[in-house]
């Protein structure tokens, strides 16, 4: 039993590169956030609602802004600090929604939502992390203004790393929610499922969300028993993920199947099989017979089929 | 880079034991949970505050009463539904701390804090993962009363599964923090650390939650520059632990240093060390001429410095 070291994660692995130094020790260094903003080696992403801004050109296309620079003039309220980038500092801001209507004029500048740009790589990959940390926080600050500990409003801190509630001194941290997403094996086969929310023919890994009181290998056990009552014995951790929809952690990992007859819950996928290793090749170059296909390179699900097949 | 698959948790590592199918399904049919409260089989966890009941004799305790044996006569609100325990449902309630005074003269029953019974191992391994899921879904539901996205009142569903607003129509569903805990290892010396809010004279893994953004490995990274200004390269996935002190989940992981200049933050750990595999061996044994201490072998922190022993 042997520890298998990762290094770098796999370069088409979409949000899972290093970025940049978070630089935590400035985020609550009132003095060093307002003078940085005023450097002109300080950059900053943008969004409306949910949607980054791209500056539109060739690719990798910029998403980085001087804040004497971005589109709209606006109150761009208090920035994110996600931290240093070769020393210089980056920031994240979101426009308010009134904005949209001017952005639809524009043609140098435009919103693209985050997955569109990941799946189709349109930006570099150390700038897909960096509006993943950022896309992640917004969503998770959009859904928590108001303290559940009291109902009182809360409000950002920490250069968006911290929401506080005055009225009963609670502070609350960003969420992030462990996923589990695997692939079970029998032999030669591996299994894969669709959701009826997937684009058609496409079949892809099991997922689903960790459980209070589950350690990873368990919540694979549970997942793959309740969807399609399949029984796994050992599971092996493969390679994470930061997947900001809205704020998950994909943890992928593999499960050796003790059983292989399949029956599917119904509820969470419409469709499960297992197929062998000539099938998973062939889904995965896109020439399957049945014209099933695979999720695309940037998901960690591509990456545990791909591990499979190098078995 | 072989996957390395793992079986069943190392028998001493706290919480992490498989011990019930959670049976999802019955969360929302009000019928079932209704009846299955009247089965002579079905029993559950009694919790005042965040301490568990435990009925006093000899280990293993029994921590599951009936409910015609809940010890306060009470009104016990809505029991959490916890699965099936050879078919046999299993429940978690929480009474009122009006019941302490009671409590205190009372030689049959007791509570104890969770972290005691673990250490101790006080229960079986499956009842202490019993407890860590119940203890996890408790302290949720008691920091959790409000709805984050619009302030009023939530109300818990799905058999404590669940938050739901009526006023805006939010789901909240209950949060785990994943963690990494990881030892940095350089030739053959390992880093471990202190917080000055540990024991006198231990030493253990430093720690760090996952921000946004992040992927496990770049966590495991970015907390061991933060804490120690040690740069690491490989990181290596080792094992899982529930946490339920509020509701973490403990990844435990390996580190290869590229450099072994220390250099402590002094705000999240007051000292940090490079120990010899030898002095490692004393420390887990109690014999470091210094008198260092390791923590009990419940926490994934003592299996990480196991599993450099065994390299």
Redesign the interface.
């Known amino acids: 039993?042997?520890?298998?070291?990762?290094?770098l994660?796999p370069e088409a692995l979409g949000?899972?590169q290093?970025s940049i130094d978070?630089a935590?020790k400035y985020r609550d260094n009132a003095a060093f956030l307002e003078d940085a903003r005023s450097y002109g080696t300080s950059l900053t992403l943008v969004f409306i609602g949910d949607m980054p801004l791209i500056m539109c050109g060739n690719t990798p296309l910029n998403v980085l802004f001087t804040f004497n620079n971005v589109p709209f003039a606006t109150d761009i309220g208090e920035p994110i600090f996600l931290g240093l980038e070769n020393g210089n500092p980056r920031f994240a801001i979101v426009l308010p929604e009134q904005c949209l209507p001017e952005l639809s004029v524009r043609e140098d500048v435009k919103a693209v939502d985050l997955r569109t740009l990941a799946v189709k790589s349109l930006v570099t990959p150390q700038h897909l992390?960096?509006l993943?940390?950022?896309q992640?926080?917004l969503n998770?600050h959009g859904?928590?203004?108001?303290?559940?500990?009291?109902?009182?409003?809360t409000k950002l801190k920490s250069a968006g790393?911290k929401r506080i509630c005055d009225a009963c001194q609670?502070e609350?941290?960003?969420?992030?929610?462990?996923v589990v997403i695997m692939m079970a094996t029998y032999s030669d086969k591996c299994l894969l499922g669709r959701s009826k929310h997937f684009p058609q023919g496409m079949y892809s890994c099991l997922a689903g969300?960790?459980?209070?009181?589950?350690?990873?290998?368990?919540a694979v056990?549970?997942e793959i028993m309740?969807e399609t009552s399949i029984k796994i014995?050992?599971?092996?951790?493969?390679?994470?993920?930061?997947w900001?929809f809205p704020?998950s952690?994909m943890?992928g990992c593999?499960g050796?199947a003790l059983s292989d007859e399949i029956k599917i819950d119904g509820l969470e996928i419409e469709d499960a099989r297992w197929f062998s290793k000539l099938e998973l090749a062939q889904i995965m170059n896109g020439t399957h017979k049945e014209g099933i296909t695979a999720p695309t390179k940037m998901s960690i699900a591509n990456h545990l089929m791909q591990?499979f097949l190098d078995f």
Request: proline share 8%; hydrophobic share 35%.
């Open positions: 039993m042997t520890h298998r070291f990762i290094d994660p949000f899972a290093t978070r935590d992390n960096l993943a940390t950022a992640a926080l998770w859904k928590h203004k108001f303290c559940a500990n009291c109902g009182q409003k790393w609670s609350h941290f960003p969420r992030t929610d462990p969300f960790v459980e209070p009181g589950e350690s990873v290998e368990n056990r549970r309740e014995g050992s599971v092996a951790y493969h390679h994470s993920q930061p900001p704020t952690l943890i593999l050796q591990a």
